[in-house]
């Protein structure tokens, strides 16, 4: 990927903090910055693929995500729900903990700086008379249906935001998916025919050639593959020529990184094929520079309502910053885990944002009295 385009991913990724800075804490809108939030996330990633001739390569890979993701829902759904209550759980307990007014583990201090002291606020200080100035002033009844979309639909959209288009941008084409867990599945010799991705060899079919069966034949016998990498970014995923592939470990790939994973080559549009250095050799550095930015940018935006919600809370916002940093690259894990996969990360991020559904309906419908 060009640094151009680098730079243009970065861009985008910082859409969602900018539409922020101008409808939270600038116009006080926070409805409209959700509503407007939601359309960059539809928008921009369609317009985005069409401006650069992607649009039909990001098309294949999201029909492929999305059927990796029916495929595996039963498997992945006891844990996601699982993690998702034991996120609620803890959210609603910190949340009550640590208010400001009636929190047993919330604190405030002075704090020496140069040319005076400043409070430092270790508690969560959001207020019930405040809200209107946020544009949250609605009937409650209205404020509960705002609620139960957020907590529906919000953790899709930006799962698919996040964790899967500027993740899928950000990955080199040059590196595997640091998160599939393909490789146990190769060594352990589990491959086979994947008749979505090998179509045909020249004109013949995958296999019926002296060539493509004698390959397939010693990659049985040999019960692993030399190597796995995936496909350019830029470039479609191929028609024509014969490929050995590993289904599961394809799909993982595909769930992890957005490459489609190819046993010992590179498939290139007109059958080419090309060799590509082992990625277990790379991986640590491969995608953990474009997962912490990922993280970071989605971090970033949470700062600007944290810290206008909160009157002003430094402490918080920033501490709020860190834990999200921290959150978003565990559901870049959890994405590439079989296990848990992108259903886990949509259903624990819709547990977070329960939490704080919850911390807006207790200052608004009083749910729970201060500790005594």
């Not at 990927?1 to 903090?17: D, S």
């Given at each position: 990927?060009?640094?151009?385009?680098?730079?243009?991913?970065?861009?985008?990724?910082?859409?969602?903090?900018l539409d922020m800075v101008i409808f939270i804490a600038w116009l006080h809108r926070a409805e409209i910055a959700m509503g407007v939030f939601h359309l960059l996330m539809l928008s921009v990633p369609v317009l985005y693929a069409k401006a650069s001739g992607t649009a039909a390569e990001?098309?294949?890979?999201?029909?492929?995500?999305?059927?990796?993701?029916?495929?595996?829902?039963?498997?992945?759904?006891?844990?996601?729900?699982?993690?998702?209550?034991?996120?609620?759980?803890?959210?609603?307990?910190?949340?009550?903990?640590?208010?400001?007014?009636?929190?047993?583990?919330?604190?405030?201090?002075?704090?020496?700086?140069?040319?005076?002291?400043?409070?430092?606020?270790?508690?969560?200080?959001?207020?019930?008379?405040?809200?209107?100035?946020?544009?949250?002033?609605?009937?409650?009844?209205?404020?509960?249906?705002?609620?139960?979309?957020?907590?529906?639909?919000?953790?899709?959209f930006e799962e698919y935001f996040w964790r899967v288009f500027l993740l899928y941008e950000l990955a080199s084409s040059q590196r595997a998916s640091e998160f599939a867990p393909l490789c146990n599945d190769i060594e352990q010799g589990g491959i086979t025919q994947d008749p979505q991705?090998?179509?045909?060899?020249?004109?013949?079919?995958?296999?019926?050639?002296?060539?493509?069966?004698?390959?397939?034949?010693?990659?049985?016998?040999?019960?692993?593959?030399?190597?796995?990498?995936?496909?350019?970014?830029?470039?479609?995923?191929?028609?024509?020529?014969?490929?050995?592939?590993?289904?599961?470990?394809?799909?993982?790939?595909?769930?992890?990184?957005?490459?489609?994973?190819?046993?010992?080559?590179?498939?290139?549009?007109?059958?080419?094929?090309?060799?590509?250095?082992?990625?277990?050799?790379?991986?640590?550095?491969?995608?953990?520079?474009?997962?912490?930015?990922?993280?970071?940018?989605?971090?970033?935006?949470?700062?600007?309502?944290?810290?206008?919600?909160?009157?002003?809370?430094?402490?918080?916002?920033?501490?709020?910053?860190?834990?999200?940093?921290?959150?978003?690259?565990?559901?870049?894990?959890?994405?590439?885990?079989?296990?848990?996969?992108?259903?886990?990360?949509?259903?624990?991020?819709?547990?977070?944002?329960?939490?704080?559904?919850?911390?807006?309906?207790?200052?608004?419908?009083?749910?729970?009295?201060?500790?005594?």
């Open positions: 990927m060009g640094a151009r385009q680098v730079l243009a991913v970065i861009l985008i990724g910082l859409l969602p903090t990001k098309y294949r890979y999201l029909c492929r995500l999305l059927q990796c993701q029916k495929e595996r829902l039963l498997r992945q759904l006891p844990a996601a729900l699982v993690i998702c209550l034991i996120t609620i759980v803890g959210g609603c307990l910190s949340y009550l903990l640590f208010r400001c007014e009636g929190g047993p583990l919330g604190f405030s201090m002075q704090v020496p700086f140069p040319g005076g002291s400043k409070e430092l606020k270790m508690c969560i200080s959001l207020y019930a008379e405040e809200l209107p100035n946020w544009g949250l002033g609605y009937p409650k009844w209205l404020l509960f249906i705002f609620g139960t979309y957020f907590v529906i639909v919000n953790p899709v991705m090998s179509k045909q060899k020249k004109g013949g079919p995958a296999g019926s050639s002296t060539e493509g069966g004698q390959q397939q034949g010693d990659e049985e016998k040999s019960g692993s593959a030399e190597e796995a990498v995936g496909l350019d970014k830029g470039e479609s995923a191929p028609t024509g020529g014969a490929a050995t592939t590993d289904k599961k470990a394809g799909e993982a790939d595909l769930e992890a990184g957005g490459a489609v994973v190819f046993l010992g080559t590179v498939q290139r549009p007109g059958g080419a094929e090309e060799e590509e250095e082992d990625p277990e050799l790379s991986v640590a550095s491969s995608l953990e520079p474009h997962s912490l930015l990922v993280s970071c940018l989605y971090g970033l935006y949470h700062v600007v309502v944290v810290y206008c919600l909160l009157r002003g809370n430094a402490t918080i916002a920033l501490l709020a910053f860190v834990g999200l940093v921290a959150v978003g690259r565990f559901w870049i894990f959890c994405r590439g885990t079989v296990s848990l996969g992108l259903t886990t990360a949509i259903i624990m991020h819709g547990g977070v944002d329960v939490c704080v559904v919850f911390g807006i309906a207790d200052v608004v419908f009083k749910l729970v009295p201060p500790w005594s």
